[in-house]
Structures are given as structure tokens and as C-alpha cells.
């Protein structure tokens, strides 16, 4: 009974706390007046990891974490940088837009535009593996609603994570930005400025030198100055006029680096904008970490933008809601005597307490492999140490370690630490374990072992002592260059390990994310498929999967018909498979190359001109076969096919690779799109075919500018919304 009301009482506080969003949050949010004016005021002292999760207060680029407490828009790793740190380019945002300008009569043009400051800690911190190289820099941004988070292609460099050599300078990128620069490209006046950036990066005429200041952006000494300074940027609405303070303390300066006349509602184009903020990094690399931010935005009562519905809170649900923390604070300390009272006397175990682990005892999974004590895997990793690390993603990090293998010797393993103890963490870990822990091929890496301890969430992996695919594909000159049989080799293993998920496997397992980041390569080069966070097993009777979160998984690799439908199928990881042929045989990018162009654009526009073998990467030398090479490149092709019905199956695809079929049957240009899809033939249990019915389509051309009308029916009614949507020529992807 005692615990039963506990948890009725736990569960009331709760549902009150829904009221006060910085109950639930980690950012403090709400309104007050300042100057007669209301005004919104959101606050992060620090950045807790449980923000990648809460995504009503930030969103994040792929390539953006949280790490020792602080933002870093660029990834942060100790370990090899022409992977992980070189050319890379992230953002951050929050979420919530804010309303820019609204109409107002009694202004002289009829625009009353918000006024806003904030101030924010920044580290520009160069990298322990090389302390003589800097760049690129990091920015302050304010983006037109309309503007993704994801950092355009090619934004890495000079273009700070804002635009890239075709867009730079484009008033319809629809930024405004203040760019704290460590590189001097040839229109910066130096490599320590700051400058205020407006649709481009070129900000000569408002930079300036912060070297007379004292202030140096990335030192060198990092002893003596650790690279952190602080910003404030206020904009005066009325007067449209932006001011920039620096400093290396919290006192803010009475001396301006930057005023400059500024009109945001004629930048903008349109009345709500996000907050954040951009990096970059190119050949030289440094950490680009925001460490604290503090904001105040005039509220202008548009009605388009989240924020201003929910900071504010009546006088009774602030009572409510304080006196709501202070009974849940006595309750949980209750509890937590209670508990700790039980498990002294031997009565309490924490997989019996916790909700995950009643729901499932892991120790029962069949065929489990070894259980590792966390003492163990800290010790392998030298207490998770920076220098130890592989690599690092969306769920977590994974460390080099050396174990006690079974017969008693000195073992190396990878070992796969996820993000926190929060819900998703756990889905993620439960999910890659159930499913990892069921498959045999050779060419699958092999789940090693796990560890579950005081909500620490690991898996453990053969080590690949030759990483990642990614790495000798786009590592830079320090990389070894993958000859041509080590490359057909690779996709014919990545090929089969494919297959056997999607035909020989007892469960269709749709992977959902394949790329060169996830193929691994073991001690002879051969590749092992990897990274099942993703990844799902259907039941027999379902042929595709829907995550309610989203779409998921890296774009470029990421079919276009997902992009409609929101399911993962067989189809849409060939899709996937596609693009890593024509990178191994291209040795470039699928997109995010310096030409601008897509991998996928120019193979086809190679064998359009009957050109198609001038694909084949120049570092080979021509020592090639030629018959492969052009086999690799038609099949890439066919893989790559817009729509998901002209792909080839994964036995198919084996076929071809091993010589038993001819080359796939490829037009000389590429396919337009089709929405809703044409029928994809499906091979049922007794090997006969069936056809997935499908409504009316209409096609695309697939020229890089085209536009989508689709026809969607509604949900009353027999009459259709017509919709447009410009198209992506890279992905194929509809873009609102």
C-alpha cells in the first residue's frame, strides 16, 4: 500500500510538472518585461548530454554532440583526425523559432523588429593530437526559420558550416552571423578576427583584428590560455543596429569589435528565425565547443512561433508547480532511504527495482556471449581515455581496449559505450544486442560481449585492426589506399553480409544505415558490416519497418522513397549499398565534394557519355580490371536507381559480383523519380513473386533544379491537395 501511494503521489507530480517547462528541461526558460517591452529568456549554464534527447530545447547536425558539459558543433576525438576532424562542419540550434518583425502601422515602414542579446562562452581549443594547426572557426547564427539544421554540402573550410562555394553570397541563404575566424582565407584581413557575416562568409568590411585586444582565438600556449572567451551580441530592433563585445572574462566591455547598421527583417525574409550557432573545420582542425548561453528576445506577439505560447506561466501554475517540486523532493528522499535501507539489508537489487530490467532480464537471452564487469572494460580503455577512442556518433563513442580473452592471453576488443542510461540510450543497446547477438556470418563483425552495470550500457566487439572503410577511402595521404582486389573484395563481403540479412537470416533484419563509417575491415582487409543501433528484425509476415521517430539514418545513403513513406525496406538498404559501391570504386564522397557535384550525378553523367570507366579512382593509376571496374560502376548504378522496384535483389547482386550474371542492364541517363513508387516485386516464402499494388504517380525530371507535385488524397473527402516540393538531385529527396 505505502508504495502503491508513493507512486500514485510520484505520478501527480508529475503530470504537474508538465505545467513548468523547466521542471522537464535543462534549459530555464521564461518571460519578463524589461523596458515596458515582454521578453522571453532561455539559459544554459552548461550542456547536460540528456539534451541530444530533449529536443524542444536544442537540435542538433549529425556531426554536433555534447561533450564534458559544453556544445561541440564540430566533432570532438583524440583519436585519428583525417577521420574525425579534418573537413567537417556541424550546427546548432534551438529549437524553438522566435518571431523576428511583425506589422506595426506606427512604424516608418511598417515593421516593428524584435531587439534581442545574449552572451555565450566560447572554447576554440586546438586539438592535443596536433597543437600546431588551428581552423576553422566558429560562428554566431541567426537563420530564417526555412533554413535546416544540417549544414549545407561542402561547408566545411572557410564556409564555417554556412554556405558553400556555389551559395556563398546568395541572399536567399537568409542568414546573419557573427564569425569568430582562425583562418585567414584571401579575403580575411587576418587568423584572429571577428566579423559579422550576412547570406555569405566574406565579412571584410565589419571585421576585426582581436589581436590589439589581446585576445587570441585557438593559442598555441594552451597552458597559459585555455582558448575560452566570452561574447555578447545585442540588436537593437528600433534603431536596427548590431553590436559585438568580446572579452576574455565575464565583465562585459564598454567598447564595441563590431557596430554595424543591420536590418534583419529584409535579411531574413520572413518573420521567425532560430538561434545557434555554426563551425567548421578544413585541412586544420581545432575543437569548437560553446560552453554557456544565456539569451533575452523581445516578444512579439505574432502567434507563429512555439516559444512565445509556452514561456509563459500564470501566477497559479508557478505556485502549483514549486509546491509540486517540494513534495516530490520529500517523496524521492524517501524512496531513496527506503531503498537504500533494502539493499543494505540484502532485500533490494537494482535490476529488480528498474522498470528496464524487470522487462528484460538479459541473462536469459539464448546464446548470449560473455558478461564483462565494467571495472574490467575501464581498466582496457585506460579509464575510457581520449587517446583510446575509434570513433564516435549519435550513439555514443567507441573505445580500443585490452581484455582477458577465454584462454587467459591479452586480447584487443572495441567497445561501444551509449550516450547515458536515458530511454533512447537503452532502446538503442537493447536493440543492437538482441539483434547482433543472433547473427553468424564472416562477414558481420562479432559481438564479443556486453555490460549492463549501475545504468552503464556497453557492448564489446572483435577489434578491426585496419578500422573503418571510411578511412581509407577519405582518409587523407596518413591512410593506406585499398588496391583494386582489396576493393571488389570489399564489396563482394559487404554484398553478402547483406544478403544473408535480408534472405538467410531466420528474420528479415533491415540494417537502415549502411555506409563506409560501419563497414570495418579486419586484418586481411575483409569487411565487416557493423553498427546495428539501427538496425531491426521484422516478423515474417512484414516487409518493412516505420520508426514513429522519423526517417533515420545519414543522408546520401538514405533511399528517396523513404523520405514519403517514413519505412525502411530490403530496397532502401540497396539503395544504401549502391552509394558505398560507387565510393569504392570512386574513392570520392557520395556528396560533399569540393566540385559540388554528387558522386551519383557524375557516374551518370559519365556513362551517359559513354565515359563511365574516367568514374574509377585516379589514386588506383590505372591498375585496375577494366571489365570489374565497369561491372562495379553498372551495378552501383542499378543499386542507386530512384525508384525501388528497378533496384536489383542482394542475390541478384552476389550473381553479378561473382561472374554467374551479366552486368546489370543500366539506361544512359538517370531515371526520373516517381511518387507513389511503381509496383516492387516481392519474393514470397515459396519463391513465387508478388506485386505491391501502388496508387497513380507522377514523374520528375532529374535535372538539379526541378520541382515535385505530388498527389496526396486527404483523409475526408475524395478530392486531392496538390503539394510542391523542390527536389534534391543529390538524394532524390523532396525537400518542403
Request: glycine share 8%; aromatic share 8%.
Amino acid at each position: 500500500m505505502a508504495s502503491g501511494a508513493i507512486f500514485l503521489l510520484l505520478t501527480w507530480c508529475a503530470s504537474v510538472f508538465l505545467l513548468f517547462p523547466s521542471a522537464h528541461a535543462q534549459a530555464t526558460i521564461f518571460t519578463s518585461t524589461i523596458d515596458g517591452k515582454e521578453s522571453t529568456t532561455f539559459s544554459f549554464p552548461k550542456f547536460d548530454k540528456s539534451l541530444i534527447q530533449l529536443t524542444a530545447n536544442l537540435t542538433f547536425s549529425s556531426n554536433a554532440t555534447i561533450t564534458q558539459d559544453g556544445l561541440q558543433i564540430t566533432p570532438d576525438s583524440g583519436n585519428r583526425p583525417e577521420v574525425f576532424l579534418v573537413n567537417q562542419a556541424g550546427r546548432v540550434f534551438f529549437t524553438s523559432p522566435f518571431v523576428i518583425w511583425a506589422s506595426n502601422s506606427t512604424a516608418g515602414d511598417g515593421k516593428h523588429v524584435a531587439s534581442f542579446s545574449t552572451v555565450f562562452k566560447v572554447n576554440l581549443f586546438r586539438s592535443n593530437l596536433n597543437k600546431k594547426v588551428k581552423g576553422e572557426g566558429l560562428t554566431f547564427v541567426v537563420a530564417s526559420s526555412s533554413v535546416g539544421v544540417e549544414p549545407p554540402h561542402g561547408s566545411h573550410g572557410g564556409y564555417l558550416g554556412l554556405t558553400n562555394a556555389s551559395t556563398d553570397g546568395d541572399a536567399g541563404n537568409r542568414f546573419v552571423a557573427v564569425e569568430l575566424d582562425t583562418v585567414k582565407q584571401p579575403y580575411d584581413i587576418d587568423d584572429n578576427h571577428v566579423g559579422l557575416d550576412v547570406n555569405g562568409v566574406r565579412s571584410s568590411s565589419s571585421a576585426v583584428s582581436l589581436t590589439p585586444l589581446g585576445i587570441q582565438l585557438a593559442p598555441t600556449n594552451t597552458t597559459a590560455d585555455d582558448g575560452s572567451c566570452f561574447v555578447w551580441v545585442d540588436y537593437n530592433g528600433t534603431s536596427r543596429r548590431l553590436l559585438v563585445f568580446i572579452a576574455k572574462n565575464d565583465i562585459k566591455p564598454t567598447a564595441t569589435v563590431i557596430n554595424a547598421s543591420l536590418d534583419l527583417s529584409t535579411v531574413l525574409l520572413g518573420r521567425t528565425a532560430h538561434f545557434g550557432f555554426s563551425a567548421s573545420t578544413g585541412t586544420t582542425y581545432q575543437l569548437n565547443c560553446v560552453r554557456m548561453w544565456n539569451m533575452t528576445v523581445e516578444r512579439l506577439h505574432d502567434g507563429s512561433a512555439s516559444i512565445t505560447k509556452n514561456a509563459s506561466l500564470s501566477g497559479w501554475k508557478i505556485a502549483v508547480a514549486a509546491a509540486a517540486a517540494a513534495v516530490a523532493l520529500a517523496l524521492f528522499a524517501a524512496v531513496y532511504v527506503l531503498k537504500r535501507r533494502r539493499r543494505r539489508d540484502g532485500d533490494d537489487d537494482e535490476e529488480q527495482n528498474n522498470v528496464f530490467g524487470k522487462a528484460i532480464d538479459f541473462r536469459k537471452i539464448p546464446g548470449l556471449p560473455k558478461e564483462f564487469d565494467y571495472l574490467e572494460l575501464r581498466r582496457g580503455t585506460n579509464n575510457f581515455d581520449e587517446g583510446m577512442k575509434l570513433g564516435q556518433g549519435g550513439y555514443g563513442v567507441v573505445y580500443r581496449a585490452t581484455v582477458v580473452g577465454d584462454d587467459g592471453r591479452s586480447v584487443d576488443v572495441a567497445v561501444k559505450q551509449f550516450s547515458g542510461a536515458n530511454t533512447k540510450g537503452k532502446e538503442d543497446f537493447f536493440a543492437e544486442l538482441r539483434i547482433i547477438n543472433c547473427l553468424r556470418h564472416r562477414n558481420l563483425v562479432k559481438l564479443v560481449g556486453w555490460c549492463r552495470q549501475n545504468g552503464r550500457l556497453l557492448l564489446v566487439y572483435d577489434y578491426m585492426p585496419n578500422s573503418s572503410l571510411d578511412r581509407h577511402l577519405f582518409g587523407g595521404s596518413e591512410s593506406e589506399i585499398l588496391n583494386w582486389k582489396q576493393r571488389y573484395n570489399v564489396v563482394t563481403g559487404v554484398a553478402s553480409a547483406l544478403n544473408y540479412l535480408h534472405h538467410e537470416y531466420d528474420q528479415m533484419v533491415i540494417h537502415r544505415d549502411i555506409k563506409p563509417s560501419n563497414i570495418m575491415l579486419d586484418s586481411a582487409f575483409n569487411a565487416r558490416l557493423g553498427d546495428f543501433g539501427l538496425a531491426r528484425a521484422l516478423d515474417s509476415d512484414k516487409t518493412s519497418y516505420t520508426d514513429m521517430a522519423g526517417v533515420t539514418g545519414t543522408l546520401g545513403y538514405i533511399a528517396p522513397e523513404c523520405f514519403h513513406t517514413g519505412r525502411a525496406t530490403r530496397e532502401s538498404d540497396v539503395f544504401g549499398l549502391g552509394a558505398v559501391v560507387l565510393e569504392v570504386v570512386c574513392g570520392r564522397r557520395v556528396s560533399g565534394n569540393d566540385d559540388g557535384c554528387s558522386l551519383l550525378e557524375r557516374v551518370w553523367k559519365l556513362h551517359g557519355g559513354r565515359r563511365i570507366l574516367d568514374a574509377v579512382d585516379e589514386r588506383l593509376a590505372g591498375e585496375f580490371d577494366e571489365v570489374e571496374a565497369e561491372r562495379l560502376l553498372l551495378l552501383g548504378l542499378a543499386c542507386s536507381q530512384p525508384n525501388p522496384g528497378e533496384r536489383p535483389r542482394t542475390r541478384a547482386i552476389l550473381q553479378i559480383l561473382n561472374g554467374a550474371a551479366p552486368p546489370p542492364d543500366v539506361p544512359p541517363s538517370k531515371p526520373a523519380f516517381m511518387w507513389p513508387a511503381m509496383p516492387v516485386a516481392l519474393e514470397g516464402d515459396d519463391g513465387e513473386s508478388e506485386t505491391r499494388s501502388s496508387s497513380s504517380s507522377m514523374m520528375l525530371t532529374s535535372s538539379s533544379s526541378s520541382f515535385h507535385v505530388s498527389t496526396s488524397p486527404r483523409r475526408r473527402g475524395g478530392s486531392r491537395k496538390l503539394r510542391a516540393e523542390q527536389v534534391s538531385s543529390e538524394h532524390g529527396v523532396a525537400m518542403v
